[in-house]
């Protein structure tokens, strides 16, 4: 297959250089935005510079380095086993059971850890290249995506059948899709290192083009399509991925499928009346799984939006009552500045390390012109510590979200 008729994304320089960014601030006052590209850049240029200096000296490590005895596929293929599973104590041996919410550390997890390292490395490097335009920090982000995603010998294949097994009940579910959505910010940087003109065209081209599979792959497999259809953040999940590496390779057609599934089934199925959203105060970590819903919608709109008035606009889409994207923004923002006030059950697991500085609050500040957003976001933790909330949080470097690509 040529990955390169799948990539359509022009080869001219993107409009995101730093230098540029004062124009921002000359702005009307009642259109520019509530914080600016500037600003953004000035609070984490410490802790991006910190970080991308940190991973210099540090190679790309693929899934091929990797790999477990009890996976079905081979040497390429991403695998990983179900968080919340256990051997049942009343059937040693035989198939594992679900315990919502206690994530089993004995489980295959290393390329899933893998993938995260990658999602951690190459968007701080692509933003240190943003502030300082070292091309240092841009050669080191392409080394790490020719490695996952050109070279032979450590390329992972673009598809994911063997995420999120079950021991002794399936070798891989749709579930799994939920793994690669670190690969959101992943090809966002990606777009934004197109301008720093370290690959070839032709290899910029066919890391389009890896993306181009695996989209068409979550599409039109089995697993894809099951994921496509979940009700909860799952469903969510394959909206925003399915939207990012639509945008990454100019696939209109997946684009415009991802607004109708925001309008037509994750707000419906999702947003209660009453703002909540019951599918996720329904499980064992209702606070944890309330915030991370509410930061892939914001995703989903951020990237999938258009800045008119059209029912494109997904930020401004509203369901029947007048319920908008913004109203769980409300309902989930007295608790995100207080947590004690949660009337729901406390998560069964790291509930004391959460919130942390939520995306969602930042893209929804800036969409809506709300300053208390903005200004909450402006105090919370950027980096969480705790591996299963960073698992969570695939948004980290808001600089490559607010400069344009």
Not at 2 to 21: E, G, L, Y
Not at 39 to 64: F, H, K, N, S, V
Not at 88 to 99: E, T, V
Request: glycine fraction near 4%; proline fraction near 7%.
């Amino acid at each position: 297959m040529d990955r390169r008729k799948f990539c359509f994304i022009s080869a001219s320089a993107v409009t995101s250089r730093m230098s540029a960014m004062p124009a921002l601030l000359t702005q009307s006052a009642s259109s520019a935005p509530l914080i600016s590209t500037v600003e953004i850049a000035r609070i984490d240029r410490e802790r991006i510079l910190r970080a991308a200096d940190e991973y210099l000296p540090q190679g790309p490590i693929t899934i091929t380095a990797f790999s477990s005895p009890r996976s079905h596929g081979g040497k390429h293929d991403y695998s990983s086993e179900g968080d919340y599973w256990w051997p049942d104590p009343k059937n040693p041996g035989g198939p594992y059971i679900r315990r919502d919410g206690y994530s089993n550390p004995e489980n295959f997890n290393a390329h899933r850890e893998a993938l995260i390292r990658l999602s951690l490395h190459v968007p701080a490097l692509v933003s240190a290249w943003l502030i300082t335009r070292d091309l240092r920090y841009a050669h080191h982000a392409a080394l790490h995506l020719r490695a996952w995603f050109l070279d032979s010998a450590t390329r992972m294949n673009p598809s994911l059948e063997y995420a999120q097994a079950i021991i002794g009940v399936t070798p891989g579910r749709g579930t799994g899709v939920i793994d690669t959505l670190h690969l959101i910010e992943v090809s966002r940087a990606a777009r934004h290192l197109e301008d720093a003109r370290v690959f070839a065209q032709a290899e910029f081209d066919e890391v389009c083009g890896w993306f181009a599979e695996y989209l068409d792959w979550m599409c039109n497999s089995k697993n894809g399509k099951e994921e496509e259809v979940a009700k909860n953040n799952h469903g969510a999940c394959w909206v925003a991925q399915a939207a990012a590496f639509a945008a990454l390779t100019a696939n209109r057609d997946v684009m415009d499928l991802c607004r109708d599934r925001f309008r037509r089934n994750l707000l419906p199925d999702q947003l209660a009346p009453d703002r909540s959203f019951p599918l996720e105060l329904a499980r064992t970590k209702p606070y944890s799984y309330s915030l991370f819903d509410l930061d892939v919608l914001a995703i989903i709109c951020q990237i999938a939006s258009t800045t008119d008035n059209s029912p494109d606009n997904l930020w401004q889409f509203a369901l029947n009552g007048g319920i908008r994207y913004k109203t769980a923004v409300d309902f989930m923002f007295p608790f995100i500045q207080d947590k004690s006030k949660w009337p729901y059950a406390h998560d069964v697991e790291y509930f004391d390390d959460l919130p942390n500085r939520q995306p969602s609050l930042l893209f929804a500040g800036l969409a809506y012109r709300e300053p208390k957003y903005i200004a909450l976001w402006r105090t919370l933790r950027p980096d969480p510590k705790t591996a299963e909330i960073v698992r969570n949080f695939p948004v980290r470097q808001p600089l490559l979200w607010v400069t344009p690509v």
